[in-house]
């Protein structure tokens, strides 16, 4: 059995649901939410206090014009392509996530569209530092360069990498 | 989620929702799109209410708003007031060639403007489902 995203709480109604029920109308709904959401993250990114950025601005930091920029805060400009994308992120300095979720991990993920929700900071080695576990990374990996991974002609299974990978992480 | 924005919507003399009465006759692709604009919109604080998903009027139809979105070809704008933070929608209008239809657009929307500002009961709370 697959694992099904389950919400913490309640994201939607039975009525909702029933809406998306028909394929035209809930694609047409995905569409929009996903375009409008583009044009205003990019909108928000540029607007954020730490930014401030014109247009022209975002423009030149991209190496486009700014009637390039005004093109992409248009939720109904169709014509965004994936290195647009690439380029904004860098501009941003903000990573890129494309995927191609289940229904209901998406429906949870775009709830969220007020300004606050936009407002993304730019890569900072010393927030993401707090996070990091380098010492007790290290140690892992001793240990499992002492576990023995015998038992399999050739070397350690397939399976043995990945536990050992796996740890490692 | 942080809702900000209410919706509302006109009605007729014979108290009939004309914004529900449009979004009933519409394909299921421009009724996603609608719902999808006021799912968004309402998130957003009012000055975030600007092109291109959102348009306020100027001239003729000055104190009027536009929702903006395409689907099928059509340029859809249903159009609108404020008061406080909410919308009160009054009429769905086309745009073509930078012109309304009906061409009157603005016209029946000011009217009706004033006829929900003297008299809120010609307007009621919006029952499209958003949640």
């Not at chain 1, 014509?79 to 890129?96: G, H």
């Not at chain 2, 012109?99 to 403007?113: D, H, I, M, Q, S």
Request: aromatic content about 10%.
């Amino acid at each position: 059995m697959r694992n099904e995203v389950v919400p913490m709480t309640s994201f939607w109604t039975k009525e909702f649901i029933d809406q998306l029920s028909d394929r035209e109308f809930r694609h047409a709904y995905m569409t929009d939410q996903v375009r409008t959401h583009i044009a205003l993250a990019i909108r928000v990114l540029r607007e954020q206090e730490e930014r401030q950025w014109s247009q022209t601005e975002l423009g030149k930091r991209c190496d486009k014009p700014q009637s390039w920029i005004s093109k992409l805060e248009d939720p109904e400009y169709g014509k965004v392509s994936l290195q647009t994308l690439f380029d904004i992120a860098e501009a941003f300095d903000l990573p890129l996530l494309v995927q191609f979720p289940e229904w209901g991990d998406w429906l949870r993920r775009m709830k969220n569209q007020s300004r606050n929700d936009l407002e993304k900071d730019g890569f900072d080695a010393d927030s993401l530092n707090r996070f990091a576990t380098t010492s007790v990374g290290s140690q892992n990996r001793k240990r499992v360069e002492k576990t023995d991974f015998s038992g399999t002609a050739g070397g350690a299974s397939n399976d043995n990498k990945q536990i050992k990978l796996a740890i490692a992480l | 989620m942080a809702v900000i924005w209410s919706y509302r919507c006109y009605l007729d003399h014979s108290g009939e929702n004309v914004i529900r009465k449009w979004f009933d006759k519409q394909p299921r692709a421009v009724q996603g799109k609608f719902i999808s604009r006021l799912q968004t919109l309402r998130q957003l604080e009012p000055e975030l209410w600007v092109p291109k998903p959102f348009r306020w009027l100027r001239h003729e139809c000055a104190g009027l708003g536009e929702i903006r979105f395409e689907a099928g070809n059509v340029q859809h704008r249903p159009l609108g007031f404020r008061s406080d933070l909410t919308f009160i929608m009054v009429i769905c209008a086309i745009e073509k060639s930078n012109k309304f239809e009906p061409a009157n657009a603005c016209e029946v929307g000011l009217r009706r403007k004033g006829e929900v500002q003297a008299d809120a009961k010609r307007s009621c709370p919006h029952d499209f489902i958003l949640d």
